[in-house]
Structure formats: C-alpha cells, structure tokens
C-alpha cells in the first residue's frame, strides 16, 4: 500500500530497521533517528518532502525497482548518519535530490556510500552539498564507492558553488574532496 507522510511528518526511532517498499505519499519531512535502517525501496516519484536522518543509516535501495526514492528537490540532512545507495542490476541508476546538508556539529561524522550494481552506473545528482559550518568532526562528511565489479559510481552537484562549502569532506576516508570545476 501507500505511505503517507502525514500532516506534520512522520518519524522513526529505534535500533530497529524498517523497509518502506511501497509509495511514498505527502510533501512533509521524513525524520529517522536511532540507530536503526530506514530503507526507501517503493516508486517515491511523487514525494516532495524531505528526509532528516540523525543517527542509524537511510538506505535507497534500486535493486528491484529502479526508480526515484526521493524527491528531484528534496533536502537531504544527515546527522552521524549513512546513506547508502543501491543501484540496480539491469541498469544504471540515477537519483536527483536537492541539496545534502552534513551536519557534524555534536554528532559526529556521516558517509554517503554509492554502490552501484555489476557492470552497471550509479550517480547521485544533488543541486548542492553543505557542511554545517560549526562542524567539529574531524570529517564531517565521506563520501565512498564500493566497487561491485565494473560500475561507476558518481555523485555530482549543479551547484559546484555550495558544494563542500566549510571543508572537512573526504572522498573514500582517504583523499581530501574538492571541487574539480565550476
């Protein structure tokens, strides 16, 4: 059935995982917190609210259904939070979203993890990427791929102005992340 986000948003807690695997309804928030898998599974191509994750991983599972799972302009806030990305095995995956904030500033560090499917792409195409300014994360955000034999993972930003704004980001623990150009 339906999901629907209610009136003022709908919340999740717990260390417990819930999979949500079929639409997503309403323009509100989404706010998972605990430690804890939220997992997107349904067709959400008509959800416009956003998700605000503290603690515990959101995961975007393509795998059976390769189709959006967020909002073309949803906010992503991650707070000590990983985001995963599973991308479908009978083709590439692209999923648009507003923009990612990372917020570190008493929480901690947050990772988004692009694990594209064999031989197939993965991209994550946000119109921006922040990192909360009073962060005290030593790396606020890292951003890694999981090579799952042959695929391209890749996360782009049409806004290449906010994207990293206040440093502290990195790519695959290792390298320090930039923007390239723009």
Same mark, same amino acid.
């Given at each position: 059935?339906?999901? @629907?986000?209610?009136? /003022?948003?709908?919340?999740?807690?717990?260390?417990?995982?819930?999979?949500?695997? +079929?639409?997503?309804?309403?323009?509100?928030?989404?706010?998972?917190? +605990?430690?804890?898998?939220?997992?997107?599974?349904?067709?959400?191509?008509?959800?416009?609210?956003?998700?605000?994750?503290?603690?515990?991983?959101?995961?975007?599972?393509?795998?059976?259904? @390769?189709? #959006?799972?967020?909002?073309?302009?949803?906010?992503?806030?991650?707070?000590?939070?990983?985001?995963?990305?599973?991308? @479908?095995? +009978?083709?590439?995956?692209?999923?648009?979203?507003?923009?990612?904030?990372?917020?570190?500033?008493?929480?901690?560090?947050?990772?988004? #993890?692009?694990?594209?499917?064999?031989?197939?792409?993965?991209?994550?195409?946000?119109?921006?990427?922040?990192?909360? @300014? #009073? *962060?005290?994360?030593?790396?606020?955000?890292?951003?890694?791929?999981?090579?799952?034999?042959?695929?391209?993972?890749?996360?782009?930003?049409? /806004?290449?102005?906010?994207?990293?704004?206040?440093?502290?980001?990195?790519?695959?623990? *290792?390298?320090?992340?930039?923007?390239?150009?723009?």
């Amino acid at each position: 059935g339906t999901f @629907n986000a209610g009136v /003022n948003g709908t919340a999740f807690g717990g260390r417990g995982d819930l999979i949500v695997a +079929g639409p997503i309804t309403n323009s509100q928030t989404i706010r998972k917190t +605990g430690a804890g898998t939220l997992a997107i599974k349904g067709d959400n191509t008509l959800f416009t609210g956003a998700f605000t994750t503290y603690l515990g991983s959101l995961a975007l599972d393509y795998t059976a259904q @390769n189709n #959006s799972k967020i909002g073309t302009n949803a906010l992503l806030t991650l707070m000590n939070t990983s985001l995963r990305l599973l991308g @479908n095995a +009978g083709a590439s995956t692209l999923q648009t979203c507003g923009t990612i904030k990372a917020s570190g500033a008493s929480c901690g560090a947050n990772r988004i #993890s692009l694990e594209p499917a064999a031989g197939q792409n993965l991209t994550l195409a946000a119109q921006g990427i922040t990192l909360d @300014n #009073s *962060s005290t994360a030593r790396h606020a955000l890292d951003v890694v791929t999981v090579n799952n034999g042959g695929g391209i993972a890749t996360l782009t930003t049409t /806004n290449a102005n906010g994207m990293l704004a206040g440093g502290g980001a990195t790519w695959n623990q *290792s390298t320090w992340a930039k923007v390239v150009s723009g």
